[in-house]
């Protein structure tokens, strides 16, 4: 007969539940309440933000920082295709990158690993300046107003490697050894047992380098010229410079055309952040379970 046994738990156990659960719930209040904040001020009129500050619902509520973000919904959606594109794109070649080369360098009959490990680790520590880098990429590689400028300096950040190099280390090394008595080669062999164990390993590099590339501006700026291949963030920084440039000449009395016109300043920096934040955030859920496992192993293995 099967029976389930039932632990009763002593006042100790009961206090250090409701203690722990308390402090769970306080600190994750502590981090939905800020993004609460954004989301609702960013319908909140601008008037109202600068009278009454940031609340939990608004006095006056106001479409206004919207109508001027999406004032020019076709660049917009340019821009939110441009930035899919290079994410999706640049965040495939970096997690091929990194995997690669990680395992590359945790196999232990490579004569020349602990050579190339320190070769990249000596790229975080020194680099030949902004401008001979900027001059490389322009006149020689010919990254002007081109995707590949945006996608190619970031593909291969050299903290991921290192990540999946240790989380490599994990894998048994009879796995190798195995496969090849069977006859497989290299390229087999990671693609067909290395990559289907280490999908924690995956799902946390994915991460880091979608935020990465959903975030940059500063390439884009540096490269493109092209309105037609400009990112959702550098677009919206553009679009915030220019209200900041037109409150000034209504300030200064140079512009009458304006007078009339009301320009969001606080809102629609909330507005911004609701639009640029709210599809990159829905990717961390379904990458939760993975996430925690692939960064501990591959932070644990020495």
């Not at 000449?249 to 320009?263: F, M, P, Q, R, Y």
């Amino acid at each position: 007969m099967n029976a389930r046994i039932k632990l009763k738990k002593t006042p100790d156990h009961v206090v250090f539940d409701i203690v722990s659960y308390g402090l769970t719930f306080i600190f994750g209040m502590m981090c939905l309440i800020p993004f609460y904040l954004i989301f609702i001020s960013s319908f909140a009129s601008d008037s109202a933000l600068l009278r009454n500050g940031y609340r939990l619902i608004p006095k006056e509520f106001s479409l206004n920082s919207y109508q001027w973000v999406f004032k020019s919904p076709q660049r917009i959606f340019l821009a939110y295709r441009n930035t899919i594109f290079v994410t999706v794109t640049g965040t495939a070649l970096s997690v091929l990158l990194s995997t690669m080369t990680g395992y590359v360098l945790a196999r232990k009959d490579f004569p020349w690993r602990n050579g190339f490990s320190l070769f990249y680790f000596f790229t975080t520590l020194f680099n030949g300046g902004l401008v001979p880098w900027y001059i490389l990429c322009t006149q020689y590689l010919g990254f002007k107003n081109k995707f590949i400028s945006m996608i190619l300096p970031m593909a291969f950040p050299v903290w991921n490697m290192i990540i999946a190099k240790n989380y490599m280390k994990g894998i048994p090394y009879e796995i190798i050894e195995s496969a090849k008595v069977d006859g497989a080669n290299d390229i087999l062999i990671f693609f067909r047992l290395i990559l289907p164990v280490a999908t924690p390993l995956i799902a946390t590099l994915g991460l880091f380098s979608a935020l990465t590339y959903w975030n940059d501006w500063y390439n884009c700026m540096l490269f493109v010229t092209d309105k037609n291949k400009q990112n959702l963030q550098y677009f919206l920084q553009e679009m915030l410079g220019s209200i900041e440039a037109l409150k000034q000449l209504i300030a200064k009395g140079e512009s009458s055309v304006l007078d009339n016109v009301t320009l969001p300043q606080a809102g629609i920096k909330m507005a911004m952040t609701c639009v640029v934040v709210g599809p990159i955030i829905f990717l961390y859920p379904m990458i939760q379970k993975y996430f925690i496992k692939g960064l501990t192993i591959g932070a644990a293995k020495g």
